[in-house]
Each structure stands twice: as C-alpha cells, then as structure tokens.
C-alpha cells in the first residue's frame, strides 16, 4: 500500500532523508520509530506530497490519509466542518461513520476545534482522517501529549480498523513499546537512514537499537 | 439635518466601494498571504469595461455583468502571473502584482485613453425620510448588501466556502488533507476580481474613472481592509463604510482637500485603539 524506495529528502543543504527504502503490505500495521529529527515525519509529508523528494520513489496505492504531528486542525472552524474536509476526495462527507468510532466527537460537533483540549483535538485529528475513508492510515505521533487513556482508546480504534475493514496503517510513535505492541513489522529511523527493520517481537528481543527505543524495563 | 443625511447617504455609497475592493484584498491574502495590490486596478477594469459596453450600445445591466467578467479574468491572469508557479513565495508575489498594477496602465491607456469616463448609473432622485438622495447611491448601497450577504453565505454555508477558509487557517494542514491549495488560491484571486469588477462598475457613476484610479481605491481599500488583519471580510465591510461617511463629513462641513488625509487619520487612530485592545498577533479568519 505504502512503497517507498531509495528516497532521498533535503531541506536546502540538510538532508533529512538519506536513502531510505520502506514497504507497508495490504492489511499491515507497521510501526515507524526513532530518536528526534530522524526523519519520520519528513517521510510521510513525502508521502502526502507536502514535500518533494529530492531522488527515489514514493508511491502510495488506494486512498491515503495522514494524521500530521501536533493536530494541526482548522482551528477557526467547527468540529463538523473539520471532519467534513478531511473527505474533501470521496463523494461521502457524511461523519457519521467517524462518530461511530469515535463518539465523543458527536457532542464536540458544533464547537470550534482551536478551542477544544489537546487530547479532543487528537480525536478530531483522527476522525478527520478517517474521514477520507483511507485504505492506508499514516499516524505521526499519535501519543503526542495525551493521557495514556485517549491514546488506548485511539490505539484499540486503529487496530479495530485495522482487523475489521484491512485498513493499513503506518504507525509512528516516540513510544515505540506502544508502536510494538500492536504492529507486526517496524522500521528504525536514524538520522534519515534505516538502521533495523523486521519483525516487531524479534527486534525487541535481538536489537539493541531497537531496545534502545524501549527504555531499560523490557522483558523479553 | 437633510444635510447630515444626503452626506451620510452619498458617503455610505463611496464607502462601499471601498468595502469592495477591501474584501477583495482580504479574499486573496487570507488564503495566500499576498497584499494584492493589482486589486485597485481590478476595479479600474470593471468601470472602464462598464463604460466601453455601454458606449458601445450594451444594454444597463449585460453591460455592467460582462464588465465584472472581464475584471474576474484580469483576476485569473493576476493570480496566475503572481503564483503560477508552485513555491512562490508571498513576498515575490506581492511585487509581482505590483508590476501586474503598472503593466496594465499601459495597456488600459492604450485601450482607453487618458481621459476620465464616467458612466450613467442609475438616474434620477428618490426621497429617503424626507431626504433627496440619488438613486444610485441606494443602488450601490443595495448592491453592496446583497454582495456581502452572497459572501458571507459563501463563506460560511458551503463546503467551498469553508475549503477557502481552511486554506487560510492551517495551509499545511490543508495540504495533508488534499485540498488542491494552489487552485483555491487562484479561485481567491478570480473572486477578486468579481469583487474588484463590482466596485469599478457601482463607483463609475459616482467618480469619473481613469486608468491611474487605483490609488485612491487601494489605498481605502485597504484601510478598510487592514481594520480585520486583511483576513476579515466583515470587518472590511464595517471599515469602508465607516472610512466613506468620515470623507463625505468632512467634505460636507470642512474642507474637500482634506478629506483623504482626515479619513486615513480617523482610520489609524482605530487601528491603534485595535492593536492596543488586542495585542497579540494571533490571525483570526473568521468571516
Ligand atoms: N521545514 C523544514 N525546514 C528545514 N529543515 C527541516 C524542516 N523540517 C524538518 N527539518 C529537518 O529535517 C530533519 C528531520 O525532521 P523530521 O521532522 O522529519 O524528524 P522527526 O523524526 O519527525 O522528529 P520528531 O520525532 O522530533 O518529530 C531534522 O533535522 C529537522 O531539523
Ligand atoms: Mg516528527
């Protein structure tokens, strides 16, 4: 769903991205982790098309939708018109099927989404993508300033979506535990380049990288 | 008392072609971020064109309509010029509409000549409250009511309208979300143009038009527009109308010749007032 080969990123002279190749299966939930500016985000702006690789290939098959870091919400606009833009590329903006997942939403509906918290704003953020009805879902930091709460909720969200309707998704997550609890595969980024990659369970078990990005406590 | 009332009434009309070319100004830069300043012209253009297809035997009305049109395609060719090519940055694109301005008094002096032209309007007297107005003062006021409203629905009922204001609250957002953020820019600059076109065609009749008008008309317009940060086409609405009366007082009870520069007074010192109530930089769009 998701292919990406030997793709090159730069900003001006700094190269964010430096070779990087990635592959996300129909169905699949992978998870994408790395110390900060690794390059992850850099990655899926590519993948929206916000950023233009410098060399390499992207491509992605089926409709993609992409959770940006920090919520980035229309924050002028209501809750509604946030959810109704996110399907600006289907025929169907009816939200109803993101309340069905995501029903605190419904009693947000009317208010302004500059003004909600930060973890409604997540919320929004989400269901706004979902609103494009994707077959491939890229999450950048899901986590980001939530109550562990909210985000067990958005996780269990995902990866019933996931298992139910085969949606893929491309998780990226600074808590990688978390990242590896519900993916199957994850890629390690650092400093632009791929370092490990491979199955979630045995990277936790064999890489030390990896283990890096699982704190001290993890038993194997 | 009539006095007072026939100056308010024949500033309200002036002011709202201020409020025009104002919200046009304010149409382009919340969704690009680019003072237009080719927005006068725009107006320029419509009361020119006007006073050629009615010189030319147009009818009232068809002749008005396709002046607008040819204004909403100078705004195209504006908007293409100034963004056409992807990355531009806001600054480029603001000289570059600067240039657009100059360019195109060439090309309406060659096209129109030098002279002021004026066209008819709508003729004749009426009585408001006892009070003598012309008809086309109530024409342009009327006129003006039914554009805003047509904006403001625009803006705020349709999923187009809310697209717009996306692109103006988060670009980067928009992008992700794959709302095709270059066309709705140049979607901004034809609206511009329409509302520029409106302006030019409903102020002809009141102030003899030559291709160097622009200035007058850009430099209120965007007094009117700047009182909402240039990203609140209501405000600009409130601002022309308020900056149009102020002139047409003082013209009345003092002196013509400084009724400009009391305007831009009267209009700095709320922008303060503003600034200091609301000092921090926060960009509302809010219609
Ligand atoms: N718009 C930009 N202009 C210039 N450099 C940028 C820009 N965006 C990112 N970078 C640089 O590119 C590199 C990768 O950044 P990126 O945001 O992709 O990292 P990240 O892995 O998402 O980090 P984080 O975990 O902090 O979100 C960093 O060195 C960053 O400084
Ligand atoms: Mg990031």
Redo the contacts between chains.
């Keep these: 769903m998701i292919t990406v080969e030997e793709l090159v990123v730069r900003y001006g002279s700094a190269t964010a991205l430096d070779g990087v190749d990635l592959e996300v299966g129909a169905g699949e939930m992978v998870a994408l982790v790395g110390p900060n500016g690794a390059g992850k985000s850099t990655l899926v ?1 590519t993948l ?3 950023v233009r690789p410098a060399s390499g290939r992207v491509s992605t098959e089926g409709r993609f ?2 959770v ?1 870091e920090g919520r ?6 209501s809750v509604e ?1 946030n959810l ?3 399907a ?2 289907v025929r169907d ?1 009816d939200p109803r099927h993101v309340y069905g997942v995501l029903p605190d939403l419904e009693g947000l509906r009317g208010r302004r989404a500059g003004a909600l918290s930060g973890g409604q704003q997540q919320m929004v953020a989400v269901g ?2 979902l609103m ?1 009805r994707p077959d491939v879902l890229a999450v950048d930091e899901l986590s980001l300033g939530l109550a562990p709460k909210i985000v067990d909720d958005l996780v269990r969200h995902l990866v019933r979506l996931n298992r139910e309707e085969g949606m893929a998704v491309l998780l990226i997550e600074q808590n990688a535990r978390l990242a590896f609890e519900v993916c199957s595969r994850a890629y390690v980024l650092e400093a632009g380049r791929v370092v490990t990659a491979g199955a979630c369970d045995e990277l936790a078990r064999g890489s030390a990288v990896a283990r890096a990005y699982l704190g001290g406590g993890v038993a194997p | 008392m009539i006095a007072l009332l026939a100056h308010i009434v024949s500033g309200l009309a002036i002011g709202c072609g201020f409020a025009l070319v104002g919200s046009g100004l304010v149409a382009v830069y919340r969704v690009t971020g680019v003072v237009n300043f080719a927005q006068g012209m725009f107006a320029v253009v419509g009361g020119l064109c006007a006073s050629a297809f009615l010189g030319a035997g147009i009818w009232h009305g068809a002749a008005e309509l396709l002046a607008v049109a040819v204004a909403a395609a100078v705004g195209a060719v504006t908007g293409l010029l100034a963004l056409g090519r992807p990355g531009t940055a806001p600054m480029t694109a603001l000289i570059v509409t600067l240039a657009v301005g100059f360019l195109a008094y060439a090309v309406l002096v060659a096209v129109f000549g030098d002279t002021p032209r004026s066209t008819p309007g709508l003729p004749g007297m009426t009585s408001l409250l006892g009070v003598p107005v012309r008809r086309h003062h109530l024409l342009v006021i009327g006129v003006t009511a039914v554009v805003f409203l047509a904006l403001w629905l625009f803006l705020t009922r349709t ?1 187009l309208g ?2 717009l ?2 692109c ?3 670009p ?8 095709p953020v270059a066309r709705m820019a140049q979607f901004a600059f034809v609206l511009a143009g329409v509302l520029g076109g409106v302006a030019g065609v409903l102020v002809a009749p009141l102030r003899p038009m030559s291709f160097d008008s622009d200035v007058t008309l850009i430099v209120h317009g965007f007094a009117a527009a700047v009182l909402g940060g240039l990203t609140r086409p209501m405000v600009a609405l409130a601002g022309g109308v308020l900056l149009g009366v102020v002139e047409a007082l003082v013209a009345g009870y003092g002196n013509a010749a400084y009724q400009t520069t009391v305007a831009l007074v009267v209009m700095l010192a709320v922008m303060i007032w503003h600034a200091a109530r609301r000092p921090s930089l926060h960009q ?3 219609v």
């Design positions: 702006d929206s098309g916000v939708a992409h940006p980035q919400l229309f924050g002028d606009l018109d109704r833009l996110g600006w590329k903006r706004r993508a494009a | 999923y809310k697209a204001t996306a103006a609250s988060n980067y957002a928009a992008r992700v979300t794959g709302i509302e769009v809010t």
